[in-house]
């Protein structure tokens, strides 16, 4: 079944469902800040006016088409890792090593885009991990080498490797998903990974009182952890059997698997930025930070989500 | 600058098009206190001096609308050596030039930069004077005191920038993506005496240096 630009229908009731939230959020911020102008909600409001953009660049990039999809794809870990690489410190003498580091990212999403798996899955890990630092040391640079070969290795993998694992869902989810394809499995993983971060921030808003890791990230707290997180696996269970091939409780469960896993990508780059001494990423996003603010819980949902979905339905 | 229609096309598409898309896409300005821009002509733009990318970066800064009135403040000696390179500097990137060292030999050099404020332009100018070692913040020429003594009404915004110098250094033609900070100071007035707003604006571009958080780069 077929709607709109040839997509799924499903597919459109789930874009219909984003924005129908969207409108509901703006809705409140709106009645808020009408009853309390000023530096109260400022905050609030600049997220949400963020995620109108950032929400209308993903439905329309992903919808339109599948090489529209995968270039965008591109680009965020483009700008995940520029983001990266710019915080932390580097060598002057590695400046063209980080040049070849940008260019490891068309070529990872190219192998995702031709769902050519076994390249996919050992490009950076096993080829990159092995290239730059035998690069940095045909240079002859020794002085902080150990920690020039960590540091770019690691925001390889964080922005580069993990981030690709969309692109590769998308492409390779049409042959287990044959109703409503890779978009659907992508949306699935996009939409309930942001949900849940958005779930997890106004549970400990309203109800936050123990605090998880207060050394690391001290606004995240068990009641937002638990409540989002079941909001979350309610949400997935409810979406899970219209966009992939699971049914209630597989959706549930991968919805778990979501937010959990989402969770621990926002600690890890939380614990990233206080060793940094920076409270964002960058400025990118008003009201959210860097990219990597908005994307730290994808870069751990997204491969979780994908080898669990690999593991128990892929042929 | 060009009175000829399809040069000034020129340089709106260029300023427009490609400087927007390295600046603002490939690379990536993160602004602290954009309100402190000016809105309009006459003004100063001090800026540190990394890269042939900051007077691009500064100038992407300001709406299109006010592109016309933009001038950045060069060296003659580096800029207008003559063929494309002076004809590109002169007409489509707009610089004002100035002959570096010919104060000590009683002129002013830059007094075509000032009769461009009296035009209510907006100059960009680097009191460092020249790109030196990328990311090392050297002390200001004496210049700008004199020019903001003399057009004591025009605000001196300094501007901070930390990025452009690991992207584009001197001697480089390799363009490496780094994102770029960008921090705008209050403006500054030459009612003092010029060495004084020289040790003034120093300090504030110092001040908006110690208030970032800036990585390594060694």
Redesign the interface.
């Known amino acids: 079944m077929t709607g709109l630009f040839g997509l799924p229908a499903n597919v459109g009731y789930a874009t219909a469902g984003i924005y129908a939230v969207l409108i509901a959020a703006t809705l409140i911020v709106w009645l808020l800040r009408r009853r309390e102008p000023g530096e109260r909600y400022q905050e609030l409001a600049d997220r949400t006016e963020s995620w109108w953009w950032m929400i209308g660049a993903f439905t329309v990039c992903v919808l339109l088409n599948r090489t529209v999809a995968i270039v965008f794809l591109a680009f965020i870990s483009y700008l995940a890792l520029k983001e990266y690489l710019s915080l932390i410190p580097t060598r002057r003498i590695d400046r063209s090593v980080l040049l070849f580091a940008y260019l490891a990212i068309p070529i990872q999403f190219y192998w995702a885009a031709i769902d050519w798996y076994g390249m996919f899955i050992v490009f950076v890990p096993v080829w990159m991990f092995l290239f730059f630092p035998a690069l940095m040391a045909l240079r002859g640079e020794t002085k902080g080498f150990l920690s020039a070969v960590g540091t770019l290795s690691w925001g390889l993998m964080m922005t580069v490797f993990t981030l690709s694992h969309m692109a590769w869902l998308l492409a390779s989810g049409d042959k287990v998903n044959p109703v409503i394809g890779g978009v659907g499995l992508l949306f699935f993983l996009v939409v309930l990974t942001q949900f849940n971060d958005v779930a997890q921030y106004c549970w400990g808003k309203l109800f936050g009182q123990h605090k998880v890791t207060p050394a690391v990230s001290p606004k995240k707290t068990f009641e937002g952890l638990i409540g989002g997180i079941a909001t979350t696996i309610a949400v997935a269970a409810v979406i899970g059997p219209y966009l992939t091939p699971m049914d209630v409780r597989w959706s549930a469960l991968a919805g778990a698997v979501l937010g959990i896993s989402g969770f621990l990508g926002d600690i890890t780059l939380s614990a990233v930025k206080r060793d940094l001494g920076v409270k964002d990423t960058g400025g990118l996003i008003p009201g959210h930070g860097g990219i990597l603010d908005r994307v730290d819980s994808l870069t751990y949902a997204a491969p979780a989500f994908v080898h669990f979905i690999r593991y128990f339905f892929y042929p | 600058m060009s009175k000829n229609p399809f040069v000034k096309l020129l340089r709106l598409l260029f300023f427009a098009v490609i400087v927007r898309a390295v600046i603002l896409v490939a ?2 300005l ?3 206190h954009r309100e402190r821009l000016p809105k309009d002509g006459p003004a100063v733009l001090a800026g540190n001096h990394n890269s042939n990318l900051d007077a691009l970066a500064i100038m992407s800064l300001m709406p299109l609308r006010l592109l016309p009135k933009l001038r950045p403040v060069a060296a003659m000696d580096y800029f207008l050596t003559g063929g494309i390179r002076s004809w590109f500097a002169n007409k489509v990137i707009g610089i004002i030039p100035v002959k570096r060292g010919s104060g000590k030999e009683g002129g002013n050099p830059l007094q075509l930069a000032e009769e461009a404020l009296d035009r209510g332009e907006i100059l960009v100018i680097f009191p460092e004077g020249t790109r030196g070692e ?1 990311e090392i913040l050297q002390e200001f020429k004496k210049g700008i005191g004199h020019m903001a003594q003399a057009r004591p009404n025009v605000p001196v915004v300094p501007i901070f920038m930390h ?1 452009l110098g ?1 992207a584009l ?1 001197r001697g ?1 033609l ?1 363009l ?4 770029v900070v960008v921090s705008v100071g209050e403006p500054l007035y030459g009612t003092v005496t010029y060495s004084e707003f020289v040790s003034k604006l120093q300090r504030a571009m110092t001040d908006l240096a110690a208030a970032e ?1 800036l ?4």
């Open positions: 690379l990536g993160t602004v602290r990328p990025g690991k250094p480089s390799l490496v993506p780094f994102n958080k990585p390594a780069w060694e």
